[in-house]
């Protein structure tokens, strides 16, 4: 089992930044990739960011040169920096974290946190 807790949204101007954070009540160096999704109103939850072991990092297209993952294994948190916010960045992040168990994997979420974008 990992319990993950996110924080750091908020309210933020268009062209603003924040910070998101999802802690890991599991040793980092045990989970084999964690990621941030994000759902918009009225749409599908859709992939942002991703990091695995190297660490290997992926980013949707929309949000290239904008947003940055990183890891902490010190700290077992895994962070989103967001930058050059735009209104349409508008939705609740989840941390997302995968555990290869054989053959299989377990998925494991946090709760969200909202992050808005809004003059």
């Known amino acids: 089992q990992v319990q993950l807790v996110e924080s750091g949204g908020g309210l933020v101007q268009p062209g603003g930044s924040l910070r998101l954070s999802c802690a890991s009540s599991?040793?980092?160096?045990?989970?084999?990739?964690m990621a941030w999704y994000r759902q918009a109103p009225g749409k599908q939850r859709e992939l942002v960011a991703s990091i695995t072991s190297g660490p290997t990092t992926d980013y949707a297209d929309s949000v290239k040169g904008r947003f940055t993952i990183s890891i902490d294994n010190a700290k077992n948190t895994v962070y989103l920096q967001m930058s050059s916010l735009r209104p349409e960045d508008t939705a609740v992040y989840y941390c997302n974290a995968i555990i290869v168990i054989g053959r299989g994997s377990n998925a494991y979420w946090g709760q969200g946190t909202q992050v808005t974008v809004s003059s």
């Open positions: 599991r040793s980092t160096f045990s989970i084999n990739a």
